[in-house]
């Protein structure tokens, strides 16, 4: 018992339908060991850290320039205060061209530390007085000149009851700005290195905490992979990983409990096959009669010889076994299928032919089976094999299970008429379909065959070899 145990096991492993070899141990991963630099939790931590100081980065950059800002314009108000002050003052001595008193006036004004010059200039640009004694005196032709870099200048015009009659001007130096900036950008700089600091630590502890859980997924998968049926990952949270490691353990436990049935079941014959397949879909038990029917009337008007007659009507019957390992939400879905279920629904074919070609006697019926979905231009599946490439039972099969197929009733469209399903056949002739064969199924459907096949008396079916 032990030995055929043994040799049903080896099958099953070389069959392709579950991963080589398993595990009867069972491993529940809860700790992870070992970092690497390419690791998920490294690019995650870097991601964040790089994130982390261009946010501290622009902040006080950010910060910088706003108190940069706030500070030329404070010197610019107290700048335009002065001027105004001195244009006030400096009225009277202007209108009785009084030039002794306009002096103390602006010294008043100049004696600021951070003042760099005050001067008063009459209506003809002439400077009455400038704090740089060396300036008093000269004419300016253009005006007030534009102040040198770092200077902040403002001039307000000296006016008497109306009338213009010169211009005081203020210039300030923009060092203490300057100092006001760097003592701030100095005094930042510990609290921001400190929580900066802090936020990397946080950021490698919580990415720590966080991947840790990923990687123990991680390795449950290669687990599962290996054949480890046993594995399972700790599911108690309630966040995404959580949810996918409660679907993972689901998962697991469907493989398994698929396993122990597909252990008992693989000692039983080809119709202990086609029964699975009925019990998967309740669908497939008429379907597969149908098919397997019309796929032998076509065969054997084609002139295929009795055993290949024979193998192409074990591939009809079997030819959607591999819906076995499509999720069943998928196979009885109540509505068409998205991208992602077409693409699993796709494998099908494939998986059927991994059940059938391990068995020396149905290896070329898991061939049919492969290939019953390519399509005579080369756009089908698995293979996109084009034309005679494509084994001749694969391309009957493919004719007579798209009819039913278009002739059946589903849970999320009407069947068509057969008149409308015999028009789709023909305009896939030569697309999807090998011409040949679609003529030898209309010949049929005019002999009335194919009406048989789906009347009330089935046994009426009779088609001749003619």
Known sequence: MKADAQTDRNLLDRSGILPPGFSDEVATFGRSSGVSIFSLRWKVSISFSVLLFMVVGLLFFAFMRYERIFLQREGEKRAQSLALNLAVNARDPLLAQDDLRLGPVTESISQDSDVLYAFLMDHQSRVLYHSDPVKTGKLLPQGVPMPEKGVIQVSVPVVVEEVQVGTAVVGLSEDHIREAVAATAIGLIFPLSVGTGLGLLGIFFLTGVHINRVELLEKAVQALGSGNLQVRVDDRSMDEVGRLSRGFNEMVTQLHMARKLVEKNFK?????????????????????????????????????????????????????????????????????????????????????????????????????????????????????????????????????????????????????????AFQRINLGRGNQFDPRIVDIFFALADEGYVDAVYGDDPEEAQPSNA
């Open 268 to 420: 039983e014959t080809i119709s202990a096959l086609a029964e699975a397949v009925e019990a998967k879909d309740a669908y497939t038990r008429g379907h597969c009669d149908r098919v397997a029917r019309i796929s032998l009337a076509i065969a054997k008007r084609a002139g295929l010889e009795t055993a290949r007659c024979m193998e192409l009507e074990l591939a009809a019957i079997l030819h959607d076994i591999g819906k076995i390992g499509v999720e069943e939400g998928v196979v009885g879905k109540l509505g068409p299928l998205n991208p992602d279920e077409t693409r699993d629904m796709r494998h099908h074919p494939e998986i059927g032919a991994r059940i059938l070609s391990p068995l020396s006697s149905l290896k070329k019926v898991g061939s049919y089976v492969k290939h019953h979905h390519e399509h005579y231009d080369g756009t089908g599946y698995p293979n996109r094999l084009k034309g005679e490439k494509i084994p001749l039972p694969s391309r009957i099969i493919l004719l007579a299970d798209a009819f039913d197929a278009m002739t059946t009733d589903r849970p999320y469209r009407e069947a068509l008429t057969r008149k409308e």
